[in-house]
T-cell receptor
Framework: NAGVMQNPRHLVRRRGQEARLRCSPM?????VYWYRQLPEEGLKFMVY????????ESGMPKERFSAEFPKEGPSILRIQQVVRGDSAAYFC???????????FGQGTRLTVV | SQQGEEDPQALSIQEGENATMNCSYK?????LQWYRQNSGRGLVHLIL?????REKHSGRLRVTLDTSKKSSSLLITASRAADTASYFC????????????FGQGTRLTINP
């Protein structure tokens, strides 16, 4: 049973481009969570999704950021018109339900140049 | 200050010594979890302690939870060079299940 898979592991984008980060949860997990880690800081919650639904997006910036978790395929975190301040590590976690601890992926390190 | 603050921010000890890290939080929680992160890598889940538990062991790890003081400690006994990493506590608030709140982390260095 593979763990949470995130790709790409590293992503470089120029300012103004779009970044698409993918997360495939563990088999049997229908709950996905995205976190962002700025350099030298802890992780900050962004969004919680369950298949086809956004449960809690209280940590998402109001503009340029969106997330989805379609019925088929991975969860996608999309950042439009990236700026230097978006440079961070983005981690995805998944769990089978709300009561069980979540397992984290290796993260995608986004660098905006 | 932020929920889930670790103390100290950095800790450097000799191999074989014990390392103790503390975490304080502000709101009522369902559980508290400790994670390890090696430099530039992903998170490794170490241990979860529920709000009705006071102490938990896993190998060389010992975690305590004092809900009256809203604090937790992580003890690593007989440290090894491979334990060098950043350690984060994360709380799951009662209001906001699965919305983990992480602290800034403790950077632990084990000197051979």
């Amino acid at each position: 049973n593979a763990g949470v898979m995130q790709n790409p592991r590293h992503l470089v984008r120029r300012r103004g481009q779009e970044a698409r980060l993918r997360c495939s949860p563990m088999k049997g997990h229908s709950h996905v969570y995205w976190y962002r880690q700025l350099p030298e800081e802890g992780l900050k919650f962004m969004v919680y999704l369950q298949k086809e639904n956004i449960i809690d997006e209280s940590g998402m910036p109001k503009e340029r950021f969106s997330a989805e978790f379609p019925k088929e395929g991975p969860s996608i975190l999309r950042i439009q018109q990236v700026v230097r301040g978006d440079s961070a590590a983005y981690f995805c976690a998944s769990s089978p339900n709300r009561e069980t601890e979540a397992f984290f992926g290796q993260g995608t390190r986004l660098t905006v140049v | 200050s932020q929920q889930g603050e670790e103390d100290p921010q950095a800790l450097s000890i000799q191999e074989g010594e014990n390392a103790t890290m503390n975490c304080s939080y502000k709101t009522s929680i369902n559980n508290l979890q400790w994670y390890r992160q090696n430099s530039g890598r992903g998170l490794v889940h170490l241990i979860l302690i529920r709000s009705n538990e006071r102490e938990k062991h896993s190998g060389r790890l010992r975690v305590t939870l004092d809900t009256s003081k809203k604090s937790s400690s992580l003890l690593i006994t007989a440290s090894r060079a491979a334990d060098t990493a950043s350690y984060f506590c994360a709380t799951e608030p009662v209001q906001g299940a699965q919305k983990l709140v992480f602290g800034q982390g403790t950077r632990l260095t084990i000197n051979p």
